[in-house]
């Protein structure tokens, strides 16, 4: 897969218009080198004192081994004495993720460590086993319930190891995030209807339990494996799905390396399935993970300053009243992000852009007449009246590219491409009811902004998006949340 990346990349750089490739391709450093996890807020050593490593492509942050940081783990160790190693999911800016063998139960597991400084797979693990017992709040359709797919915690324990004490808990297997599926193709149109559905469902679920996920993005939206592997020893997983792909870690200066860090870098197994391969099978078995960053809005204060949403995915109301608490209404401008992506080829606004243009790009797509008059004011107040401490948004101070309008960016960012390669375009109707389903999920005022139940009213879940789930639905529901 890593190799994929850097063929659909160099693709991108000699022949961005005739390749199929997200045109975006700063994805291709958030997959594996997000910069969410070497962000300076993660560091905890001044960096003149941090070992330096040389770069390994699709290798989490290696300086992050370290005190603090997170557990040097290889293939084939068994932790907790239970579990063996097996292979590579991912990682995140807190975590490594391990496909691991539960030696007890005979199964596979994904077993999540946690970095030692942070207690965000801690609050991960209290979410999730809350979720299981509270009540729902909200009338909330039965017939959905048991769609509603959340991830379980299996087992939850500590493990210490050279770098601290590291939270973990394991929890079902799942075959690969949707950000990784859309990175060279599209999803057929009533694949991303079911994905859409489901998503929306989810976090509606979420809401309805006074839950705010507070992360929402395509990498933490996964599908769910569809092919059983649990009657494979290790042994047999090597054989059928090949050996981790590892890269032996070395560091700058030639010293040999410490026990901090593992001897070798292993790179994230991928499914190698694209959005193309997609079925409604693998669709209706969206799951959302990663809830490090989830919070009950009654009960604690998530201030805008504090979110951790990508820039791109992030809530205007973040940016400009960064010292008021966030609220669901965060969420649902984030699922109106993840929704675009799920139906078009390129982002909504730009990954990896800074706070300013990312703002720019939203009044562009939105029309600025629609930014509530006290935003209005702080974005176009004078350079002179900008304090160093204040970090509201003010218009980029270079020249960039305008950003078309919402209607332009449909024609221009999802409909263009699915002509240009071969995909069935959205007919106008349902292009309409997209479009208002957009404009109500993205407005910038929190308080004007769809709600989700609102949102799963809208004329194309009801017509759409709701029965294409329904109808992958009939046999099943996947796992249950019951
Ligand atoms: N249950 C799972 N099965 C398979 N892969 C998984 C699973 N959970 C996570 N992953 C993979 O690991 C990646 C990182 O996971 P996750 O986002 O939970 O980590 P994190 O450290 O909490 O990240 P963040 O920096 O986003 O907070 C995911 O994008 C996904 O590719």
Partial sequence: MQR?????????????ASALVRSDFTAVGSLHNSPRCCSPRRLSMPSATRIKYKWIYGAENLETYEPGGYHPVTTDQIIHNRYRITN????????????????????????????????????EIATLRALEKRPCSLKWDPAWMKCAVLPRVLDAFDVTGPNGVYACYTLAPIQGDLQEALFSGMFHIPVARTLAAKLMLTVSFLHAHGVCHGDIHLQNVLVERTEPIDHLSVEEYWETFGEPETEPIEREDGKPLTSNVPPVATLAWSSEKEATDLTL?????????????????????RLGKDSHVPLAKRAPEAFFEPDQPLSYASDVWSLGTAIWGIIGMKNLFSDDEPQNSTVAQQIDLLGADHLPPKWKSIWQRPQSE???????????????????????????????YRREEGYVPFEADETAAILALMRGMLRFDPKERLTIEEALQSEWMVKWALPELREAMQSDCGQSHE
């Fill in 88 to 123: 590579k999911l991912g990682h995140g800016g807190y975590s490594t993720i391990w496909l691991a063998h539960d030696q007890e139960r005979q199964q596979y597991v994904a077993l999540k460590i946690g970095m030692s400084r942070f207690d965000s797979v801690r609050r």
């Fill in 4 to 16: 994929l990346y850097q063929w659909t990349a160099q693709l991108q750089l000699h022949d961005g």
């Fill in 281 to 301: 099978e693998n669709a209706k078995r969206l799951v959302i993970s990663d809830f490090g960053e989830a919070f009950d809005p009654s009960s604690k204060t």
């Fill in 386 to 416: 900008i304090l160093v401490e204040d970090r509201r948004p003010h218009p980029p101070e270079w020249k960039r590219e305008p950003w078309p309008p919402l209607n332009t960016a449909f024609e221009k960012f999802v409909q263009k």
